[in-house]
C-alpha cells in the first residue's frame, strides 16, 4: 500500500492535559534538584560525553547549562510521546525535534562551551583561527570534513587488492581480483556493493578488507564497481533507468564472471541497495528463464521496506511525486543532497562534532578510513533514483509478485530458491534488523540467517583479526518454512557467537562454490582482457 500524502499537515497537535501536568511536575522537581546541587557545589557533570571534561565540571553556569539543556530535551521528547497524533506523524515530529534539540546543544556555541573557550586561551586565539581556515576550506570542498583525507589515497592505501579491469560498461567497471591461494574454489563469487556510494567500503585498509578476506579463503572474487556519474557527462548516463542497471549492470557483471570463470552459475553478493539490485536482476534473470546464481549473500538488505526505520520519514506520495518531476526524465540525484540527508540520520556524531571540533576548536579530523569513504559519495542518475523511491519505499512493491515488471518481464522475488545467507545489523538505522530478517519471508530457498552486532556499517566491516563485537545464529540453516515468522523468536532461540560473522559466512559459502582447483593464472580471458589494474578508473571519480 501506499504510504499517503503529507497532506496530515499541518495537524492539531495537542497532549492530554493529565500527561503535561505530569511532564510539568517531572520538569519542576528535576530543575529544583539541578539548582540545589549546583548551589551546594555538588552538581556533577552528566552522563554526555559532549559535557564530560574538566572544563565542564569547573564551571558551575555552563555545567547548570547543560544540565537544563539535557533536562529540557527530555521534556521534549516525553511530549512528542504523548502527542495524540498517528504513528507516522509523531514519528516525523520525533525526527524534527531531535534536529532542534542537537542543534541548540550549548556544546555548540562559543559563549556556552567551557572547552572552546579554555582551548582558545591556552592556544592564544590560534584555535579561532585555524577554525575559521578549516571553515573556509570545507565550504571550498561545499561539504563538512569528517577525516582528513590528505591521509589516503586510492590504490594507495585504500582499496589496495590486487585485481584487474576486466569489463567496462556506461554504468559499471568489473574487477576480478588475482587469487591469494594456489588452489581457488570452482564456483567464483560476484560482489554487488552498493550504487550510492563507492565500492571500497569492502576494501578499505588490508587489515579490514572484506574483498581481501575472501580472496584469502580461496574464493576467486568478481566486484562491481559502479559509474559516478557527473553533471558534465553527456552520454545519457543521466537517463539511466533501474531496468538499466538490472540488465547492463548486475546481470552483464554475472555472464562476464560466468564467461571467465567457464562456468554455468557463479555465486553472488549484494550489499545494501547492491542486495536490493542483486535480487531483483536475478527475479529478472528468472522470468527470462535464466538461472545464473547458485548461492546468494544478501548484507544488510532490504526486499521488504514496510519498516524502513528512521527513513521513513522522508517518504510520501509529495515527495515522491516531487521526484519525479524534478528527476524523473533525466538529470541527478546529487551526492551531496544523499550525504547530507545519511549525515543528519545521527547529528550528534556526524555534523555537530565536527562544528565543535574542526570549526570551534580549530582541531583537524582524525584519520579514519571509513569516514573519507562516508565522504566520497555518488550521483544517482535521476529516472533510477525516482523509480526506485517510489517502488521501494512508498509503494513496497518488489515484495508482491508480479507487480513490477522491467522490460516487460513481471518479478517474483519467491521463485528464487537458491541457497540463501541473509545478514542483518542489530543496531541498524538504515535497515533495521528486523527488515532484514523480513526478506526470510520472500525467498524460497533453503536459509541462513545471521544477526551481527553493530550498525549498518560497523557491524559488516568486522574482520576476524579484530575479535570485536559478536554474533547470533542458529547452528544450522533452515528450510524456508521452517524460519520463524518472528524475528524476536529467531532471536531468542539464537546462539551468540563471540567476535566476527566472517568466517562463518566463508564456511557457508565454501559449501555452495565447489571442489578446489588450480587458481587463474591471470584475470580475464580472451574475450574479456584485462583492461588496467584495480581499483579501476570509476571509483576515482569524486562527484
Given at each position: ?31 529544583l ?5 549546583a548551589q ?6 552528566p552522563a ?5 571534561s ?7 553556569p555552563?555545567?547548570?547549562t547543560?544540565?537544563?539543556?539535557l533536562?529540557?530535551a527530555r ?19 520525533r525526527?524534527?525535534?531531535m534536529?532542534?534539540?542537537e ?5 555548540n ?18 584555535s579561532?583561527r ?6 573556509f ?15 589516503f589515497?586510492?590504490?594507495k592505501?585504500?582499496?589496495v587488492?590486487?585485481?584487474a579491469?576486466?569489463y567496462?560498461?556506461?554504468?559499471m ?7 591469494a591461494?594456489?588452489?581457488v574454489?570452482?564456483?567464483p563469487?560476484?560482489?554487488?556493493p552498493p550504487?550510492?556510494?563507492k565500492?571500497?567500503?569492502l576494501?578499505?585498509?588490508p587489515?579490514?578488507s572484506?574483498?581481501?578476506?575472501a580472496?584469502e ?7 562491481v564497481?559502479w559509474?559516478?556519474?557527473a ?9 539511466a ?7 547492463h549492470?548486475v ?15 557463479v555465486n553472488?553478493?549484494?550489499?545494501c541497495?547492491?542486495?536490493t ?5 536475478l527475479?529478472?534473470?528468472h522470468?527470462?528463464?535464466?538461472d545464473?546464481?547458485?548461492a546468494?549473500?544478501?548484507?544488510t538488505t ?15 506520495e ?9 528527476l ?6 546529487s ?5 547530507t540527508t545519511?549525515?543528519?540520520?545521527r547529528?550528534?556524531?556526524l ?8 570549526y570551534?576548536k ?6 579514519f ?19 526506485y523511491?517510489?517502488?521501494t ?14 522490460d ?8 528464487l ?12 538505522h538504515?535497515v ?9 519471508n520472500i ?10 552486532a ?9 574482520p ?5 563485537r559478536?554474533?547470533w ?6 528450510p ?5 515468522g518472528d524475528?524476536e523468536?529467531?532471536l ?6 563471540a ?15 565447489g ?10 580471458n ?10 579501476g578508473s570509476?571509483?576515482a571519480?569524486?562527484?
Open positions: 500500500m501506499s504510504k499517503p500524502f503529507s497532506s496530515e499537515w499541518p495537524v492539531p497537535v495537542s497532549v492530554a492535559p493529565d500527561k503535561l501536568a505530569e511532564i510539568q511536575a517531572e520538569f519542576a522537581r528535576e530543575w534538584r539541578i539548582a540545589e546541587s551546594h557545589g555538588l552538581l556533577e557533570p554526555d560525553r559532549r559535557f564530560a574538566k572544563a565542564w565540571a569547573a564551571n558551575t555552563l555545567l547548570m547543560a544540565h537544563t539543556y533536562l529540557s521534556a521534549l521528547n516525553q511530549m512528542v510521546d504523548a502527542v495524540q497524533v498517528s504513528e507516522s506523524v509523531r514519528n516525523r515530529l525526527f524534527a525535534v534536529q532542534w534539540i542543534a541548540v546543544s550549548p556544546s556555541f562559543m559563549t556556552t562551551n567551557p572547552d572552546v573557550q579554555q582551548a582558545l586561551i591556552e592556544s592564544n586565539g590560534q579561532l585555524k577554525g575559521v581556515q578549516n571553515l576550506e570545507d565550504m571550498q570542498k561545499g561539504r563538512l570534513s569528517q577525516s582528513d583525507e590528505s591521509r589515497e586510492l590504490g592505501n585504500i582499496a587488492t590486487p585485481g579491469v576486466v567496462q560498461n556506461a554504468l567497471q568489473l574487477i576480478q581480483y588475482a587469487p591461494t594456489g588452489k574454489h570452482k564456483i563469487l560476484v560482489l554487488v550504487c550510492i556510494n565500492f571500497y567500503i576494501d578499505l585498509q587489515e579490514n572484506f574483498v581481501r578476506h580472496v579463503q580461496g574464493f576467486t572474487v568478481f566486484l564497481s559509474r559516478n556519474p553533471a558534465a557527462d553527456d552520454d545519457g548516463i543521466d537517463t533507468t533501474w531496468a538499466d542497471y538490472l540488465q549492470g546481470l552483464q557483471a554475472l555472464d562476464v564472471a560466468c564467461a571467465i570463470s567457464r562456468q554455468k552459475q553472488a553478493l549484494g550489499f541497495v547492491g542486495g539490485l542483486l535480487a531483483s536482476a527475479a529478472l534473470a522470468a527470462q528463464g535464466k545464473p546464481v547458485g546468494l549473500t544478501l548484507l532490504l526486499l521488504d521496506f514496510e519498516e524502513t526505520g528512521v527513513l521513513d520519514v522522508f517518504v510520501d509529495c515527495h515522491a511525486q516531487a521526484r519525479e518531476r524534478q524523473g526524465a533525466g538529470g541527478l540525484m551526492a551531496r543532497e544523499l550525504g545519511f549525515s543528519f540520520l547529528p550528534s556524531e555534523v555537530w562534532n565536527y562544528v565543535v571540533g574542526n570551534m580549530g582541531e583537524a579530523p582524525p584519520a578510513d571509513l569516514l573519507y569513504w562516508n565522504a566520497d559519495g555518488t550521483n544517482l542518475p535521476g529516472p533510477f533514483f525516482a523509480w523511491f517510489r517502488n519505499y512508498l509503494e513496497n512493491n518488489l515484495k508482491v509478485p508480479g507487480r513490477v515488471k522491467v516487460g518481464y513481471p518479478l517474483d522475488l519467491s521463485a530458491t537458491m541457497p540463501v545467507y541473509i545478514y542483518g545489523s542489530r543496531d541498524d538504515i533495521p534488523w528486523h527488515a532484514a530478517y523480513a526478506t526470510s525467498l524460497r530457498g533453503p536459509m541462513r540467517f545471521v544477526l551481527g553493530s550498525g549498518h556499517i560497523a557491524g559488516v566491516i568486522n576476524p583479526a579484530k575479535k570485536r559478536c554474533y545464529a542458529h547452528e544450522a540453516p533452515s524456508h518454512a521452517d524460519m520463524p524475528p523468536s529467531w531468542a532461540a539464537a546462539d551468540e557467537h567476535g566476527s560473522w566472517w568466517p562463518d559466512w566463508t564456511n557457508w559459502l565454501a559449501s555452495h562454490s571442489a578446489m582447483q588450480r587458481a587463474p593464472a591471470k584475470p580475464g580472451t574475450r574479456y582482457p584485462p583492461l588496467e589494474q584495480a581499483p570509476y571509483v571519480v569524486r562527484a
